[in-house]
C-alpha cells in the first residue's frame, strides 16, 4: 500500500477510527452482556455454584493458552498473512493445536478435579468445555484476516450475536435447570455461533495443509507471542487458582465476580489498543517518529476515558454491587481494589502493540513472567493475613510493577526521551487535577450545604460527579474543535499534542 495513502485522511487514519468504533462497541456489547449474565446467575446460582465455574473458566483459559501457538497474532504481523497458503497452514495448525488440547482436556479432567481441587463435580464440567475448544479449532481464519484489514464491523456482529444468544440460554436453562452444566452448555452454544457464523461473513474456505517453510514463518513470529499469551493467562489466573487451593468456595466465587467486573472494564480500553493499535502501528513500524505518535494517541485516547472510569468503579464499588443479592456485598471491597489492577493492565496493553509490530515480543513474555511469579509468592499469604483485600493486593502489587517495567522498556525502545514523552501525554496530568479540583470543590459544596456525610452512597455520588466535571473540562479543553489540540494540528506547536 502507498504510504501517501496509508497517511491520508481517508487512508489508515480514517480506517482505525471505523475500527475503533466497531471495536468500541463490540467491547461494550459483549462485556456488557457477559456482566448481565452474571448478575443473572448470582440471583439464580449458590455461591459455591459460582467458584465452581470459576474455576472452570480458569483451567480452560489457561489450558487454551497454554498451548496456543500464536499463528493468528503471526498472520497480521506477517506481509503475507493474507495469502491462501499461509491461512490454509495457520488453520490447520489451530485445528490440529485444538485437537490435542481437547483430549489433553478429556482425559486430565479427574486429575484437575479431584487430584488438585478435590471437587469432583468438575470432571464433567471440563469434559463439556472440550467442545468449546474444538469449535475454536474449526472456526475460520476469515475472522483473523478482518482483523488484520481493520475491517472490524462483522466481527463485531458476531460477536454480539453469540454473546446475546449466549446470554438468553444460560438465563433459560439455569432458570430451568440452575446449575453450573447449564452456563457452560450456554458457554458451548455461543462458541457454535461463532464457528457457524465465521463461515457465513467470510469467504475463506479452509484446507487441511501443512506447508513447512510457511509454518516455521508463523511459528516464527508465533512463539513469542504463544509465551505471551501463556504467561499472561497464567498470570492473571494464579490468584482465583490458588485461592481455589487455599480458601472456601464461597470466597473464590465472591473474588472471582470482582474479577469478573473489573476485566469486563478494562477488557473494553485494551480491545481499543491491542485489536486496532497492533495492525495499525504495524503499517508504520520502520518510521519511529510515527510510532511514537501513535502511541502517545492511544495512551491519551484511552487515558482520558479509563482513568475516570475504574476511579468511579473503585468509589462506587460498594455501591454497584447493590444490585446482587446481599449475600455478595463482599465483592464490593474486591472491585474497589482490583479497580487499581485494572488501570494498571489498560496502561500496560495500550503499550503492547508497539513491542508487538517492532517484534521485542520478548519483553511481554518477561512481564508476565514477573506478574506470575509476584501473584503466586504473594496471594497465599496475604489472603491469609488478610483475607480477600489481601489477594487483591497481591494482584495489584504484580501489576503495578511490571506497567512500570513496560514503561521504562517501550521509552526505551522507540527512542522516547522522558521529557518528550511526558510533554505528548500532559494532557493527561492536567485532567487529573481538574478532577481533583473537582472533588474539592465537591466536598466544599458538601460542607457548606450542610450534607450529612453519613449517606456514604450519596457522598460517594458526589464527589465522582464533581470529580468527574472537573476531569471532563480540562479534556473538553484539549479536544474540542478550536482547542488547544485542534490548533497544535493546524500549525500552532503545542507540547500537549503531537
Known sequence: MDKEVLHSERGLKGRVLRACRWVLLEGLGVQGMRLIRQLALTWLLAQEVIGILALVWGVLAVLREWSDTGVRHALIQSSQGGHKDYLDCAWTINLMRNLILAGVLYFGAGFIAEGIYQQPELRGLLRWCCLIVILDGLTSMSLTV???????????????????????????????????????????????????????????????????????????????????????????????LILGKVAPMSDVGIYYLGMVVMVAACGIFSRLTIEVGFPALCLVRHDRAAMRRGVAEIIKGTQLVSLPAFLALGILGPDIVKIMP?????????????????????????????????????????????????????????????????????????GIVTTVMMWVVVLKELGWQWGQWWSSV??????????????????????????????????????????????????WRFYRPGGVCAASKQGTLNKGCV
Request: net charge positive; hydrophobic share 55%; glycine share 12%.
Open 326 to 398: 446481599t449475600k455478595y456485598a463482599e465483592v464490593g471491597e474486591v472491585l474497589r481494589w482490583l479497580s487499581i489492577l485494572g488501570l494498571a493492565l489498560t496502561f500496560t496493553r495500550q503499550l503492547a502493540p508497539a513491542l508487538y509490530a517492532l517484534r521485542r515480543v520478548f519483553w511481554c513474555v518477561l512481564r508476565g513472567i514477573l506478574a506470575l511469579v509476584l501473584v503466586s509468592i504473594l496471594v497465599g499469604p496475604m489472603y491469609k493475613y488478610w483475607g480477600l483485600t489481601g489477594a487483591c493486593w497481591a494482584a495489584n502489587i504484580g
Open 146 to 240: 478482518m482483523r488484520r484489514e481493520l475491517h472490524f464491523r462483522p466481527i463485531a456482529m458476531v460477536q454480539m450475536a453469540a454473546n446475546f444468544a449466549g446470554l438468553l440460554a444460560a438465563i433459560g436453562l439455569c432458570k430451568w435447570q440452575p446449575s453450573a452444566r447449564s452456563v457452560v452448555i450456554a458457554e458451548i452454544l455461543t462458541s457454535g455461533i461463532i464457528f457457524v457464523s465465521s463461515y457465513l461473513v467470510g469467504s475463506y474456505k479452509p484446507k487441511l495443509k501443512f506447508d513447512r517453510s510457511v509454518g516455521l514463518d508463523l511459528l516464527g513470529f508465533g512463539a513469542m507471542a504463544y509465551l505471551v499469551t501463556l504467561v499472561d493467562a497464567v498470570g492473571m489466573r494464579a490468584d482465583l
Open 426 to 475: 500532559a494532557v493527561l496530568g492536567k485532567c487529573v487535577m481538574g478532577g481533583a479540583a473537582g472533588m474539592t470543590a465537591a466536598v466544599l459544596i458538601m460542607w457548606g450545604l450542610g450534607i450529612e456525610l453519613a449517606d456514604v452512597t450519596k457522598v460517594r455520588l458526589i464527589l465522582c460527579g464533581g470529580g468527574g466535571v472537573g476531569y471532563a473540562i480540562c479534556g
